[in-house]
């Protein structure tokens, strides 16, 4: 869908998600993530970009596995630590991953998806109608009820830098592992609070799209 439509339908409150396509589980289980290899930092660094043009092909299940624990995984269990920081740990960003198949929560603890919407949101993800046909937008949503110890006048400021951190590992796993991803904050957010499902507690903050480059030269 162009952006025009999706301006317009924005207006009269009508941008809405598509169905599932196929079968929707209540849980997709991923596999461990590779915690070695890829590029070197300073390498993935000379490569991190913004691209915008995604080919339609679904990611493979590790790769989708390594991307998740990049921006959010658990990187110190006996801590519980993740790979991003949080202010006061309060770990408050929750990620979701629109699917062709439905909507899910990142969940680190388990390292799988977990339904939240059996509806395909990724269209409503971003004015932009590339985010219609990549094959996954993540979604970054501050859970203020995490926030409790950090002072009300900060905790959206908090969350953005939050979630702009795992935005960041997302782009350098990307660089590495020779993925397309853009960090988006144009988007209808009542459209997309409502599509998800999210209540008062909840605060849209980011989305960004990942794929494999349409032209693998410019990945
Ligand atoms: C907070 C934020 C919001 C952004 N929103 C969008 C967006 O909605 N759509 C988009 O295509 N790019 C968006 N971008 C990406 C920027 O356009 C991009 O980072 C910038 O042009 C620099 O390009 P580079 O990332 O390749 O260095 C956003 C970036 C940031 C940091």
Redesign the pocket.
């Known amino acids: 869908m162009n952006t025009l439509t999706k301006l317009a339908l924005g207006l009269m409150g009508q941008l809405q998600p598509r169905p599932a396509e196929g079968s929707t589980a209540a849980r997709i289980s991923l596999p461990a993530p590779r915690r070695n290899g890829g590029l070197p930092l300073m390498a993935a660094l000379r490569k991190r ?2 691209q ?1 043009d995604f080919a339609p092909q679904a990611l493979r299940k590790q790769v989708l596995s390594d991307l998740l624990w990049a921006a959010a995984g658990i990187n110190r269990p006996a801590l519980g630590g993740r790979t991003a920081p949080s202010a006061m740990n309060a770990q408050e960003v929750l990620l979701y991953v629109a699917l062709p198949r439905g909507l899910f929560l990142y969940e680190p603890g388990a390292h799988e998806l977990q339904l939240a919407a059996a509806t395909d949101v990724r269209r409503v993800t ?1 004015y ?1 109608d590339f985010v219609d046909t990549a094959p996954l937008d993540l979604v970054y949503v501050a859970d203020h009820t995490r926030m409790r110890l950090v002072p009300a006048a900060s905790r959206e400021a908090y969350a953005y830098a939050a979630a ?1 951190a795992m935005a960041q590992n997302v782009y350098l796993y990307c660089a590495s592992a020779g993925l397309a991803t ?6 209808d957010r009542h459209a997309l609070a409502q599509a998800m499902g999210l209540g008062t507690d909840h605060q849209l903050l ?1 989305a960004q799209t990942v794929g494999l480059p349409r032209d693998p030269a410019s990945g």
């Open positions: 970009e913004s915008r971003g932009q702009g853009v960090i988006r904050a144009w988007f980011l």
